[in-house]
Each structure stands twice: as C-alpha cells, then as structure tokens.
C-alpha cells in the first residue's frame, strides 16, 4: 500500500522560510518522480514544483527562485524548501508521485499517481 506523508507546515510570517516534508512508503521511490502542489481556499489545485527520478527539477514561475525541491531517495523524502515567503503562498500543500517518471508532463496533476493528505502552511503579513 502507497503511502504519501507530508509534515513540516505551520505558521510563518511573510520573508520567512519553512521546509516541508513527504515521507513514501510502499513504493520504488527512487524510481518515481515527485511533484508539490497546494491548493488555497475556494481555489483550484496548482502545479508548485517537481524532480525527477535523477534529480531533474521544474517549478511553477510563481515560486522560481523561492522555493527549492530536493530527494534523498535513501529516506524515501522528498522536500520542499520555501523561502521569501508571501501571504499568496497560503495553502495546503501536497506531495504526488508519478510512475512514468516525466513521460507525462508533470505540471498536470492528472499525471501523478498517488497523493499525500497535504500539510497547511500559513504565512502571515
């Protein structure tokens, strides 16, 4: 059974930094890449960041230069360090994994397989 857990969210105030987590299980994890998304209320699910299974990333423009992805496929984690941070970034974000591996584009949430319950991050102004 696949099992995507996310920790790491929590209050912060605006330029602030925050690190979260998504712990896999069940799973090759050093075979899937891996996808962040959030979804703020009343609004839909969007793309935040992705890495491939050989460390290759891709992030939504909103948070280039802001936020970094990382794995460390020998913990099955992977990251999602957030710096500068806005009251926009304000959701619940979620961790994803894909089993094609990018064969699909992975800014699609469609593309990903399995899903983590999410963890809240909040910034305040």
């Known amino acids: 059974q696949v099992q995507l857990v996310e920790s790491g969210g929590g209050l912060v105030q605006a330029g602030g930094s925050l690190r979260v987590s998504c712990a896999a299980s069940?799973?090759?994890?050093?075979?899937?890449?891996m996808g962040w998304f959030r979804q703020a209320p009343g609004k839909e699910r969007e793309f935040v960041a992705a890495?491939?299974?050989?460390?290759?990333?891709y992030y939504a423009d909103s948070v280039k230069g802001r936020f970094t992805i990382s794995r460390d496929n020998a913990k099955n984690t992977v990251y999602l360090q957030m710096n500068s941070l806005k009251p926009e970034d304000t959701a619940v974000y979620h961790c994803?994994?894909?089993?094609?591996?990018?064969?699909?584009?992975?800014?699609?949430?469609?593309?990903?397989?399995?899903w983590g319950q999410g963890t809240q991050v909040t910034v305040s102004s």
């Open positions: 069940g799973l090759t994890f050093s075979s899937y890449a």
């Open positions: 890495i491939s299974w050989s460390g290759g990333t």
């Open positions: 994803a994994a894909d089993r094609t591996g990018w064969i699909k584009p992975p800014v699609v949430a469609e593309t990903y397989d399995y």
